[in-house]
Nanobody, 121 residues
């Protein structure tokens, strides 16, 4: 079993910043790609940013230059630093990680429970 615990969401004014964290725990042999997705009301879930195990990153065009994804492999934790937030960034943010577990030996894609980010204009 692998669990993801997200934190850092909340209410912020437009132009402000938030930092999201997502910590993976359980029988993890190795963490692979990790990422953040978001789902705004009435919209489909969309990719925000991803980071590979060797720190290669990719971003949605809408957040490039404003958001930064990073990870701490020793802690199996991924972060999302969000700056210059806009009202359009309001959504539930979900963490996703792909891991190989020790016992049983399996490759899994795991989702967090989501954390709400609300940007007021």
């Amino acid at each position: 079993q692998v669990q993801l615990v997200e934190s850092g969401g909340g209410l912020v004014q437009a132009g402000g910043s938030l930092r999201l964290s997502c910590a993976a725990s359980g029988s993890i042999l190795r963490s692979h790609a990790m990422g953040w997705y978001r789902q705004a009301p009435g919209k489909q879930r969309e990719l925000v940013a991803t980071i590979t195990s060797d720190a290669n990153t990719d971003y949605a065009d809408s957040v490039k230059g404003r958001f930064t994804i990073s990870r701490d492999n020793a802690k199996n934790t991924v972060y999302l630093q969000m700056n210059s937030l806009e009202s359009e960034d309001t959504a539930v943010y979900y963490c996703n990680t792909r891991v190989t577990t020790q016992s049983p030996y399996k490759y899994l894609a795991v989702w967090g429970q989501g954390t709400l980010v609300t940007v007021s204009s």
